[in-house]
């Protein structure tokens, strides 16, 4: 039986980290290159945690995902990058490995899987958004398909997600408790279907949506990269439209920005002008990914729970393996993580 030390060994690190990669501790610092040779090297030497050897020991009955297709919207090198995308894959593993499922892995290409590999599958488990044709292709193809990370807004269709226009209503009615009043955003337009639609990314429209309710809408303090898929907004990209935003004769003084990768381009920016954090200008973000807490200062962020989007996913195809006949969409919730980058709101 293969033991956490020789996992370990393995991959160079500690058995303590090991254990922790393999628990999916949300506050363990690692990097996701790290990360994946753990799990990947777990995976290869048929590691199985007490609680699949105790099932095993317990004779529970099979399960009947046998066989599981995750289909993924990034290609490998982007989900490493960000490790949110890495947390939801991460939970659909994790209960797959409880299941002892079978995982069939198929990244961003530009042609569509192969047909016969879905329909071989008990199920799909499909992250991140795709067009209007992809999701038709998809669930013409596969026994049983969820979405996880994007809602197809579609009753027939199983999926699990967060809000993202509630999360950023959090936010701003946060930002403006706390007596910001220059808020600005750097994010990107929606690439969906073919094209690009303009402020249609969920974040960037309840922001403008929110800044014309309150009558405080400048054009200005909105700084949007034209991307198509996730990998566009990197560090890089937070790097340039913060700097946009900090050469306005009147810049903002609060930036919200579409993840962390981004908040930490745009940390760099803002030293590089000879701003302090919070004090000449606070930076807030979504995602809550390992590194936040360890920025100068600590990053506030929206916390996405990445782990049960994935656990959530496998559970709804388990319900439909089960003979569920409607379609289901589940909200995970969102949670706001206030740290040194930001103001907190005065307690009512």
């Known amino acids: 039986m293969v033991t956490i030390k020789e996992i370990a060994k393995a991959v160079g690190v500690s058995s303590a980290t090991v254990s922790r990669v393999l628990n999916y501790d949300p506050v363990l610092s690692i990097s996701p290159t790290k990360r994946q040779a753990i799990i990947e090297t777990a995976e290869a030497l048929n590691y199985e945690t007490p609680r699949n050897r105790n099932k095993a020991n317990g004779a529970t009955a099979p399960s009947p ?10 290609e490998p090198s982007d989900e490493i990058a960000d490790p949110y995308y890495v947390g939801v894959r991460l939970g659909i593993e994790t209960r797959c490995r409880d299941l002892k499922t ?35 292709w998809l669930s013409e193809h596969a ?11 579609s009753d027939w ?20 408790s706390s007596r910001y009043s220059r808020i600005g955003f750097i994010g990107s337009h929606e690439s969906l279907n073919g094209s690009v639609q303009h402020f249609a990314e969920r974040r960037c429209a309840a922001y403008i949506d ?17 991307c198509s898929g996730g990998q566009s907004l990197r560090l890089e990209t937070g790097y340039r439209l913060a700097r946009e935003l900090l050469a306005l004769a009147q810049r903002p003084d609060v930036i919200v920005t579409s993840n962390d990768n981004m908040a930490i381009g745009a940390y760099r ?11 000449d200008i606070a930076v807030i973000s979504y995602n809550d990914i390992p590194v936040a807490q360890f920025l100068t200062p600590p990053l506030t962020t929206v916390r996405i729970h990445g782990e049960h989007i994935g ?22 919730a969102t949670e706001l993580i206030w740290r040194g980058s930001c103001r907190k709101p005065l307690e009512s």
Do not use: C
């Open 65 to 74: 995902l046998t066989k599981l297709v995750i289909v993924h919207f990034l």
């Open 102 to 136: 079978e995982i069939v892995k198929v990244f961003h290409s530009d042609a569509l899987p192969e047909a016969g590999l879905l329909e071989s599958a008990s199920g799909v488990i499909v992250i991140g958004k795709h067009s209007d044709k992809e999701i038709t």
């Open 143 to 153: 026994r049983h398909v969820v979405f996880a990370d994007f809602d197809p807004r």
């Open 157 to 176: 269709i199983d999926s699990v997600f967060s809000d993202m226009g509630l999360a950023t209503l959090k936010i701003l009615d946060s930002l403006k």
């Open 210 to 226: 929110w800044q014309k309710k309150n009558n405080t809408f400048d054009p200005a303090l909105l700084a949007l990269a034209d």
């Open 269 to 279: 920016a803002i030293q590089e002008a000879g701003l302090s954090i919070p004090n």
């Open 311 to 332: 656990e959530t996913a496998v559970d709804l195809l388990l319900e439909r393996l089960s003979g569920r006949s409607y379609g289901k969409q589940v909200r995970i």
